[in-house]
T-cell receptor, first 114, second 113 residues
Framework: QKEVEQDPGPLSVPEGAIVSLNCTYSNSAFQYFMWYRQYSRKGPELLMY????GNKEDGRFTAQVDKSSKYISLFIRDSQPSDSATYLCAMSEYSGGGADGLTFGKGTHLIIQP | DSGVTQTPKHLITATGQRVTLRCSPR?????VYWYQQSLDQGLQFLIQ???????AKGNILERFSAQQFPDLHSELNLSSLELGDSALYFC????????????FGQGTRLTVV
C-alpha cells in the first residue's frame, strides 16, 4: 500500500462548480499537510498549508484535514478555467527536531470547462 | 515567482555522463530539498540540506550526491547517468527544517539519450 493515495483523474467540471479533491494516507505520524498546484512543466506552487486536524480557508480554497480518518481534502469554490492544473497533496512528519522531506500523492489532473 | 532559482532549465546528455544541477534558495531560507519527478513515480524526495549540513535522505541513488555551500546555494550531482534518470528535478527551500511550507523552483528537465 502506498503511503499517500490520490485519484489521478482527470476530473472535468464546468466553470463555476465546486471542486473536491482528496487524498488518503496510511502513516499516522504525518502532521503537516499541504496542497500544491502544478501547471504543465512548471514547479509546484504551494496553495495551502495545515498543521494537524481542522479546516483552513484562503479565498476560494478550503483545506480540510481529518487525522482520525487519515483523509485530507481541498475544495475550490467558483472554479475558473485558470484553475485547470494538477493538484498534489503532500505530507510531512514532525520528527522531533530532525528533518524530513515531503511525501507527495501522484496528483489529480483537474480540467475546468469554460 | 517562488524566489527559488534553478539552472539550467533543460539539459540533454548521454548515458554514462555526469551533470550538475544548481539551486539558489529563497532569501533567508536555510533548508534546501531536492526532488525528482517522473511520470510513473511522481514527486520523490531525494535529499535535504539545512544550513550547509545534510539533514535527511530519501530515495537518492548512490550515483547521486548533493551539497550546500556557505552562501546556501546547493548543487545536485548526477553521475553514470542512465536512460531512467531522465526526469524533472526540482529544488525547494524553506525557512524551517521540518519540510513544511516548502517553495519550489521551476525545475531542471534532464534528458538522458
Amino acid at each position: 500500500q502506498k503511503e499517500v493515495e490520490q485519484d489521478p483523474g482527470p476530473l472535468s467540471v464546468p466553470e463555476g462548480a465546486i471542486v473536491s479533491l482528496n487524498c488518503t494516507y496510511s502513516n499516522s505520524a504525518f502532521q503537516y499537510f499541504m496542497w500544491y498546484r502544478q501547471y504543465s512543466r512548471k514547479g509546484p506552487e504551494l496553495l495551502m498549508y495545515t498543521y494537524s486536524s481542522g479546516n483552513k480557508e484562503d479565498g476560494r480554497f478550503t483545506a480540510q484535514v481529518d487525522k482520525s480518518s487519515k483523509y485530507i481534502s481541498l475544495f475550490i469554490r467558483d472554479s475558473q478555467p485558470s484553475d485547470s492544473a494538477t493538484y498534489l497533496c503532500a505530507m510531512s512528519e514532525y520528527s522531533g527536531g530532525g528533518a524530513d522531506g515531503l511525501t507527495f500523492g501522484k496528483g489529480t489532473h483537474l480540467i475546468i470547462q469554460p | 515567482d517562488s524566489g527559488v532559482t534553478q539552472t539550467p532549465k533543460h539539459l540533454i546528455t548521454a548515458t554514462g555522463q555526469r551533470v550538475t544541477l544548481r539551486c539558489s534558495p529563497r532569501s533567508g531560507d536555510l533548508s534546501v530539498y531536492w526532488y525528482q519527478q517522473s511520470l510513473d513515480q511522481g514527486l520523490q524526495f531525494l535529499i535535504q540540506y539545512y544550513n550547509g549540513e545534510e539533514r535527511a535522505k530519501g530515495n537518492i541513488l548512490e550515483r547521486f550526491s548533493a551539497q550546500q555551500f556557505p552562501d546556501l546555494h546547493s548543487e545536485l550531482n548526477l553521475s553514470s547517468l542512465e536512460l531512467g534518470d531522465s526526469a524533472l528535478y526540482f529544488c525547494a527551500s524553506s525557512v524551517a527544517p521540518s519540510g513544511s511550507e516548502a517553495f519550489f523552483g521551476q525545475g531542471t528537465r534532464l534528458t538522458v539519450v
